[in-house]
């Protein structure tokens, strides 16, 4: 994600260890979480999750923003909840 | 004629006496065969391993066009056959294979790929007549490559279900499994005229079998497989087109479930789909279960817990992936079945879930 000021993460999903499909279930049982136009993180080692991330929010009418990194450098991936 | 094949090719055909010139008989009589049912001739058609066809295929056009340089452009798509051998050709050569991608449907745009293929140093280009995981055929008869930059054609998915073009590529390679053939055969064919050179110890010339013993009895299986698939391409294709169409379209109805690849510009007998939140493991174990054999692109399918590239290129949903490849003789009542049994599977496993 690119940017000078970034969007604050309103909930950060430590999915650590898991694999696929769990951070995408993860982030379907959590998105709910975080008012409509929060973002939501979800960070993970799971190679799946740099495709099956964008196609969450595709198929379930949510905003991809990008990936970053967390602080020990694992992929994390924003999400907007848009509805 | 396998019967024939193991009573009287059991020779070497490379061998000077009687034995050997009737198995070497033989083998020319599957070439030919090979040869009229593809529209080529017979000196363009040689009898290998399905692997050895893909390599010798693309990397001996590399290796027949040495002073174009050292890059070769591929679509994101290939089977891991094709991105292997470029990969290891280009590690050696200590540069990177140029990747074009494809659309949601799996295609790559033909002006991207003729553009990569036109830059400097390209010494080849290959891409695949229909891709072997989600069916979607590829523009290679309007891909109009630049003048010095040949083309390697993967048909290992596709040769017997597809026509292969009549020009436009330098090389190709084909695997007897897709017209129903013996799993160990393929084929390498190179063009006349094709500037092609063994990349490989041994003759400089294409080879049966890179030179080693050729396969007299799997030949000879191979064309008569491929024989009695062009016979009944057009009837199975209608049906077996007509079967996938069913399947896609009650895959469609399922709750959170992406149908993947071309509805229509596509193998007549792949269809593929993802569905959100399940496990591609227990989906093809459950299925199992119920009688059904399919084939999986999720991660946790693979021995190296990477997801199918072919998906992710596509930006298609990789985790809940099922790939459904219907046989010549897969019947109706199968399919029928088949879709019956989905939407239960995928609610039970959805409910697991929670979501």
Known sequence: MTGDEQEPVA????????????????????????????????????????????????????????????????????????? | MLE????????????????????????????EVVAECLGLTRDEVWFTSPSDAVQ?????????NPRAGDDAVLSAVEHAAVRHALGWHARRRDVVPVEVGVDAAGRVDAAAFRDAAGAPG????????ANHEVGTVQPVAG????????????????????DLPGSGWAAAAGHATSWSGPPGVGLLLVRRGARWAN??????????????LPDVAGALAAAAAL?????????????????VDRIRAVAATLPDTEVVGDPVDRLPHLVTFSCLY??????????????FGVASGSACTASTLEPSHVLAAMGALTHGNVRVSLGRDTTEEQVERFVAALPDLVGRLRTEVGL
Do not use: K
């Open chain 2, 122 to 129: 390209v010494a080849v280009a290959a891409l695949q007549l």
């Open chain 2, 143 to 162: 891909l109009d490559l630049p003048a010095g930059v040949p083309l390697f054609l993967d048909a290992s998915a596709s040769l017997g279900l597809l």
């Open chain 2, 278 to 291: 399940l496990s591609g493991e227990t989906l093809v174990r459950e299925l199992d279960r119920l009688g």
């Open chain 1, 11 to 83: 909930l950060e999903l430590d999915c650590r260890g898991m694999l696929c499909p769990l951070p995408v279930i993860e982030l379907g049982r959590r998105h709910v979480e975080v008012p409509v136009g929060a973002v939501v993180a979800v960070v993970t080692e799971d190679p799946a999750a740099r495709t099956d991330v964008p196609a969450w929010c595709r198929m379930r009418g949510q905003e991809y923003l990008g990936e970053d990194s967390a602080a020990d450098g694992v992929a994390r991936y924003l999400v907007r909840r848009v509805g």
């Open chain 2, 56 to 64: 010798r295929g693309v990397l001996g056009l590399v290796a027949g």
């Open chain 2, 4 to 31: 024939a094949a193991l009573t009287r090719g059991y020779a070497d055909p490379r061998a000077l006496h009687g034995p050997g010139r009737d198995a070497r008989l033989l083998l020319d009589n599957a070439r």
């Open chain 2, 227 to 243: 024989q009695a698939t062009a016979a009944e391409r057009a009837e199975v294709d209608a049906r077996r087109r007509r079967l």
């Open chain 2, 199 to 212: 990349p490989f110890p041994g003759d400089p010339e294409p080879q049966d079998a890179g030179g080693g």
